[in-house]
């Protein structure tokens, strides 16, 4: 009998190749900065994405469930903007993110992988992350999230997570103190949007990985 469950495709890591249990797929990329790799719900679909590129699945959109009238309130997203997002293998687990330019999905930083994190850390660090980026250059571009709740810790200056601080994750926490205390020390006006996935798709700065 077929085995159940998912499979995962490592394209870039220690040991690229094909794993049929998230254990094993960790271990061929834990430690290796820009790993690749997707989880896919067959075997034979892992084979098929093994087989092509991790470019081939990275960000590809959905197709909207929304209806004309919707989509027509919603809109197009703005391109005079940035988009940020993380990627968590595991709650916690692996966790790295990453900012990029809305309309050509240029990679503007990427940070990671962090050993152990959450969706959450990541998503509230890369927004900070963003922030900084855009003061430094004087920028005054926008900022595309798809997480309200980074967006309710960005506001509230503070990185509300359950995560409990220790060896394994203290350099992520030491880069969660330097956010919040940018936070509070500095006055911004960007405006933080929330991305539209019904109606847009994966965010731009998606990895890929869903």
């Not at 993380?86 to 330019?101: C, H, L, T």
């Not at 992350?129 to 595309?144: C, P, Q, T, V």
């Not at 929330?194 to 965010?203: D, F, L, N, Q, S």
Request: aromatic share 12%; with cysteine; proline share 3%.
């Amino acid at each position: 009998m077929a085995k159940k469950g998912k499979f995962y495709v490592v394209w870039k890591g220690k040991r690229p190749g094909i794993y049929d249990s998230w254990s094993t797929c960790k271990a061929a990329i834990s430690g290796y900065a820009g790993a690749e790799y997707k989880s896919f719900e067959s075997f034979d679909g892992a084979k098929k994405g093994y087989d092509g590129s991790y470019a081939d699945y990275k960000g590809k959109k959905k197709t909207s469930s929304l209806s004309k009238e919707e989509l027509i309130k919603i809109g197009l997203p703005n391109d005079h903007s940035i988009s940020v997002d993380a990627a968590s293998s595991g709650n916690p687990g692996i966790m790295e993110y990453q900012g990029v330019d809305t309309k050509t999905g240029k990679k503007l930083f990427r940070q990671g992988p962090f050993p152990q994190g959450t969706n959450n850390i990541g998503e509230f660090l890369a927004i900070v992350h963003g922030l900084a980026f855009l003061k430094e250059r004087n920028s005054d571009r926008f900022i595309y999230t798809d997480s309200r709740t980074a967006m309710s810790w960005v506001r509230k200056k503070n990185c509300n997570t359950k995560l409990v601080e220790s060896a394994k994750n203290k350099n992520l926490f030491e880069l969660i103190r330097r956010a919040v205390e940018w936070l509070k020390e500095n006055q911004n006006n960007t405006p933080i949007v929330k991305w539209e996935t019904k109606a847009w798709g994966e965010i731009p700065a998606d990895f890929g990985r869903k």
